[in-house]
């Protein structure tokens, strides 16, 4: 079963034609931030997140777990491919950058590693391959079983570099979206070693529902069109699984998904490129 989550037409245009450096500031304009969600980035945002959100614990972290878990539910979480590529848990030090990608400085160091643990959620399995094709895909849809406070995740990266082009949106139960975020980067050139990003929000009225992941990086130039994620926090748990009326509001609220992911085939490329010149 399929699930989409992008229901307004200015956020789907956003996500599937701005470039990288005003993609984030439309968002934000598609939709107005409020006072009780707060985003968080990187280490310094870990620090903030584990204070106001009370130290969660690690909710998944993926060493008790093996294969394909796609539209499956994990202690209250549910796994989407939006654009269906598998969602493979494997052995960090088992992945490994295929040829085919221009820039590469050394690709021994284009891997993905895990920030706890040993195992970690790679979306295509452990060949980490040049875009387009559908193993590089890397766009993954949380869905939450209970509305939460707090939520936080570590996004690992085959080249960790000045523009990750990778952008996250954060819903509700009604499939309005409440946070967004475009990530970082840490200032390195084309071509940098893999590394690890922290991604984590909280809401003070609890009503965190569900994120959705966007990679608008689906080219073979330099070593960095993969990503793998790891290092659940949350707390306390999601809960159970949905009743199906639950899922029948998010998938009535959800609707354009596949729009932007047209979209975005035919612009990622362009963006990643022009992002690094």
Not at 33 to 41: H, K, L, N, R
Not at 48 to 73: H, V, W
Not at 252 to 269: E, T
Request: net charge negative; glycine share 12%.
């Amino acid at each position: 079963m399929a699930f989409s989550r992008i229901e307004r037409p200015e956020v789907a245009l956003a996500v599937g034609l701005a470039a990288p450096a005003t993609l984030a500031a439309a968002l934000a304009m598609a939709s107005p931030a409020e006072a009780a969600v707060v985003t968080y980035e990187g280490a310094s945002g870990l620090t903030a997140f584990n204070a106001a959100a009370g130290n969660p614990g690690i909710g998944i972290s993926f060493d008790n777990l093996s294969g394909e878990i796609a539209n499956t539910t994990i202690n209250g979480v549910h796994f989407i491919s939006p654009q269906n590529n598998t969602l493979e848990v494997v052995p960090a030090a088992a992945t490994f950058t295929t040829g085919g990608f221009s820039g590469v400085i050394d690709a021994s160091t284009n891997t993905l590693s895990a920030t706890s643990g040993h195992n970690i959620l790679s979306p295509g399995g452990t060949a980490l391959v040049p875009g387009p094709a559908l193993g590089q895909v890397d766009d993954l849809e949380l869905i939450f079983s209970a509305d939460m406070p707090a939520f936080g995740l570590d996004v690992l990266f085959q080249s960790f570099d000045l523009a990750p082009n990778v952008f996250i949106l954060v819903f509700d139960a009604q499939g309005q979206t409440i946070a967004s975020a475009a990530l970082q980067g840490n200032g390195q050139p084309g071509g940098a070693p893999g590394g690890a990003d922290f991604f984590g929000v909280t809401s003070s009225t609890g009503n965190i529902r569900g994120l959705l992941i966007s990679d608008l990086d689906n080219n073979a130039i330099f070593p960095d069109a993969n990503l793998g994620y790891d290092t659940f926090r949350f707390g306390p748990s999601a809960g159970g699984v949905p009743e199906p009326a639950t899922w029948a509001m998010l998938l009535a609220g959800f609707g354009m998904v596949g729009a932007v992911a047209r979209l975005r085939a035919r612009k990622a490329g362009d963006l990643s490129a022009e992002a690094k010149m």
